[in-house]
């Protein structure tokens, strides 16, 4: 069976690459567009009580612009997973056009002792 995780956005004055200073333009920005197809993905994920995933890795494209207000539809699908491993294939549309495109894979973790390690740095 295979799981979907589909969110809309509108395109924001803070999702801008002018603003998120990733570029000069008042489009939709990079990190901005990974960071939705990340919370698109978050969403599929099942994980016992106490337990999250992590990302660690992010392979994608940014093939088109979006404007400010575009409505972007960021789609996440669960391709597999092995072990701890989630893997996604993950896009961002407006309309039918592809804004990007991509792999996207987390890992599950001890929320607590993933916490412990970062404090124990």
Same mark, same amino acid.
């Given at each position: 069976?295979?799981?979907?995780?589909?969110?809309?956005?509108?395109?924001?004055?803070?999702?801008?690459? $002018?603003?998120?200073?990733?570029?000069?333009?008042? #489009?939709?920005?990079?990190? *901005?567009?990974?960071?939705?197809?990340?919370?698109?993905?978050?969403?599929?994920?099942?994980?016992? =009580?106490?337990?999250?995933? #992590?990302g660690?890795?992010?392979?994608?494209?940014?093939?088109?612009?979006?404007?400010?207000h575009?409505? $972007?539809? $960021? #789609?996440?699908?669960? $391709? =597999?997973?092995?072990?701890?491993?989630?893997?996604?294939?993950v896009?961002?549309?407006?309309?039918?056009?592809?804004?990007?495109?991509?792999?996207?894979?987390?890992a599950? #973790?001890?929320?607590k002792?993933?916490? =412990?390690?970062?404090? *124990?740095?």
């Amino acid at each position: 069976m295979k799981m979907y995780s589909i969110l809309y956005h509108e395109v924001q004055p803070e999702n801008l690459a $002018v603003t998120m200073h990733s570029g000069d333009l008042e #489009v939709l920005a990079t990190p *901005q567009m990974i960071a939705w197809m990340e919370e698109a993905s978050c969403k599929i994920t099942n994980c016992d =009580e106490g337990m999250t995933t #992590v990302g660690i890795l992010m392979n994608v494209t940014h093939d088109a612009p979006s404007a400010l207000h575009a409505r $972007v539809r $960021v #789609v996440s699908e669960l $391709v =597999e997973q092995n072990g701890k491993i989630y893997t996604f294939n993950v896009s961002a549309w407006q309309g039918e056009k592809c804004l990007g495109k991509g792999v996207h894979k987390r890992a599950t #973790v001890n929320a607590k002792r993933f916490m =412990e390690k970062l404090h *124990q740095n």
